[in-house]
């Protein structure tokens, strides 16, 4: 059974816009991501809280790496070797 994605919006005491996801990411809801990265204001990088995904496969991939320019992702050690595996490292901060 796959956990429904959930993506919060919220802001650091810093002025930082983060945004919180939990669930799974897959080919049936990352377009929900990318909608929330794409809405997402605000100066400087945005911080994509992935603390709370359990599954992220080559969709969410897909739409991490269409917005790597401009966000830091703080990573769930689970989906950790997924974003070392498949580059994402190199291309933006993960955490």
């Not at 496969?57 to 269409?66: C, N, Q, W, Y």
Request: glycine fraction near 8%; aromatic fraction near 2%; charge should be negative.
């Amino acid at each position: 059974m796959t956990t429904p994605l959930t993506v919060v919006a919220s802001e650091r005491p810093d002025g930082t816009p983060v945004l919180a996801v939990t669930g799974e990411i897959d080919m049936s809801n990352a377009g929900v991501l990318d909608d929330a990265l794409t809405t997402s204001t605000g100066d400087g990088a945005l911080l994509v809280d992935l603390s709370g995904v359990e599954y992220l496969d080559s969709a969410g991939l897909t739409v991490l790496f269409a917005h790597a320019a401009r966000i830091r992702v703080l990573a769930n050690p689970v989906i950790t070797p997924v974003l070392t595996i498949s580059g994402l490292t190199e291309v933006t901060t993960v955490e």
